[in-house]
């Protein structure tokens, strides 16, 4: 059999994998998709998409649906903590900076302005049922690959379930998440470290009170510093579904069972969520994580690449984790395109690790940082202190689109050009 003809393995059916299968289905290339829950898990994580995401999604034909799914927002802000209003409940806190991703009056707020929100689970669904609808991609559920074995022209998987077949494929693409087996198997280091801090996730009803312009806001000026973020449309007046995740102090000593408890999590809120008390707080979803920044050498052996959390980690203040490894799975897709559907090198594959490695470098993880560490200042001194805050605070129009200007230009890899650039 040709090489050609071989599909692409896809290990792991998260946001990453999935949207790999759907690029890679569209262009005609059969893909193999395995994953090793029993369906497509949920879990409280990303939610919001940046310009250069939205404009990716448009170019592949996913935007429209994304959009009529989710919804968009301004963008974001930093607040103090609620205060108490007088009558026994709490307002928002003092808002210290904004970060407008779009002129905030716009009623249309088109691709590629402000922040899309879809919830990753949700957003995951979507593409697996377009993947699934260019007839080139099928996916195994129960499916977890345990190791891996390369041919001259192929590479083939094997399952901890010994029953399952093993499986060739042309290449191997690890999208199987940040504790990634994958990466392991082709001993690749994730180096860098784990912030000393656990993050409390909950998805949680809540009352809309005001509307506060920019809904994303994170809460700075308690050792519980938190991003609140609007999983569904917020209307004032109605309830909608939140996510609040708050960061738990390392002299916390508690486990991660006792921080999931009812108990502990509404002592969490009372302290960041605003509005009338007794606060009325539904929890629909928990979890703990623990926080990196992490990356990989190199995401690429031989013909195994890796893409998203199974090459790097970033704490999720900015919300730029799934952003990235969308991003990396489009230049990703595009490298396989050109490969196995135009039959250009496939060095290609090394430059796209080149790429996204560098671009994980030089902007996610140092911009990433950046935004956690601001979260530890005082409420009072930050916008004084902190010349990024203080910056949003004096913004002209320039110092707005100069901020911008790297989220669309340094963010995407165009493998095309690169391709070009290199003479491959
Ligand atoms: C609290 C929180 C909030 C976040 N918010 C944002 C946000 O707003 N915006 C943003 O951009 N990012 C955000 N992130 C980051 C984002 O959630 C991750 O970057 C994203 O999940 C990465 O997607 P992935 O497909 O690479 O990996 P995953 O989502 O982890 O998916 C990996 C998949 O592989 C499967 N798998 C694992 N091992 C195997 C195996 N051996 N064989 C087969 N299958 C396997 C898993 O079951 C899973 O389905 C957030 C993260 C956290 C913790």
């Given at each position: 059999m040709s090489n050609e003809q071989l599909p692409v393995l896809v290990a792991g059916?998260?946001?990453?994998?999935?949207?790999?299968?759907?690029?890679?289905?569209?262009?005609?290339?059969?893909?193999?998709?395995?994953?090793?829950?029993?369906?497509?898990?949920?879990?409280?994580?990303?939610?919001?998409?940046?310009?250069?995401?939205?404009?990716?999604?448009?170019?592949?034909?996913?935007?429209?649906?994304?959009?009529?799914?989710?919804?968009?927002?301004?963008?974001?802000?930093w607040r103090g903590p609620p205060i108490d209003d007088g009558?026994?409940?709490?307002?928002?806190?003092?808002?210290?900076?904004?970060?407008?991703?779009c002129d905030p009056s716009d009623p249309v707020k088109d691709c590629?302005?402000?922040?899309?929100?879809?919830?990753?689970s949700e957003l995951t669904k979507l593409i697996l049922h377009e993947a699934l609808k260019t007839g080139k991609v099928t996916i195994q559920f129960n499916s977890e690959v345990a190791s891996i074995e390369e041919g001259e022209n192929s590479i083939k998987i094997s399952f901890e379930n010994q029953e399952l077949a093993p499986v060739s494929g042309c290449y191997l693409v690890g999208a199987d998440g940040g504790k990634s087996k994958t990466r392991k198997l082709i001993g690749t280091p994730c180096l860098g470290h784990t912030w000393p801090e656990r993050l409390v996730s909950t998805d949680v009803i809540l009352g809309n009170y005001v509307d506060p312009v920019f809904h994303t806001c994170y809460i700075i000026g308690t050792e519980n510093f938190t991003i609140m973020t609007p999983l569904t449309?917020?209307?004032v007046g109605e309830k909608s579904l939140w996510r609040c995740t708050v960061a738990v102090p390392p002299e916390d000593q508690r486990s991660d069972e006792e921080l999931v408890q009812n108990a502990v999590i509404q002592g969490f809120y009372e302290q960041v969520i605003s509005g009338p008390?007794?606060?009325?707080?539904?929890?629909?979803a928990r979890a703990v994580y623990r926080i990196h920044q992490r990356i990989v050498p190199t995401m690429r052996k031989s013909r195994c690449v890796l893409a998203g959390d199974a090459a790097h980690l970033n704490n999720p203040y900015g919300a730029m984790g799934l952003n990235t490894g969308l991003l990396d799975g489009?230049?990703?897709?595009?490298?396989?395109?050109?490969i196995l559907n135009e039959g250009r090198s496939d060095e290609l594959l090394t430059i796209y690790s080149d790429s996204r490695v560098q671009v994980f470098k030089n902007f996610v993880d140092p911009t990433t940082t950046a935004n956690k560490l601001r979260l530890h200042l005082?409420?009072?001194?930050?916008?004084?202190?902190?010349?990024?805050?203080?910056?949003?605070?004096?913004?002209?129009?320039?110092?707005?689109?100069?901020?911008?200007?790297?989220?669309?230009?340094t963010w995407r890899t165009d493998m095309r050009a690169l391709a070009k650039e290199t003479g491959l």
């Open positions: 059916a998260g946001p990453v994998g999935c949207f790999i299968a759907y690029r890679l289905g569209k262009a005609g290339i059969p893909v193999h998709l395995f994953e090793k829950e029993a369906a497509l898990p949920y879990s409280p994580r990303a939610v919001g998409y940046y310009g250069a995401t939205q404009i990716m999604f448009q170019e592949c034909g996913l935007y429209d649906l994304v959009r009529s799914e989710g919804f968009v927002t301004a963008g974001l802000c009558q026994g409940g709490k307002r928002l806190g003092d808002m210290i900076a904004a970060q407008p991703l590629p302005s402000g922040l899309l929100n879809l919830r990753q449309e917020p209307i008390r007794p606060l009325q707080a539904e929890i629909s489009d230049a990703l897709a595009e490298a396989l395109v050109m005082p409420s009072e001194t930050a916008a004084q202190d902190d010349y990024y805050l203080r910056s949003l605070n004096n913004a002209t129009q320039e110092t707005l689109e100069s901020r911008a200007r790297p989220y669309f230009e």
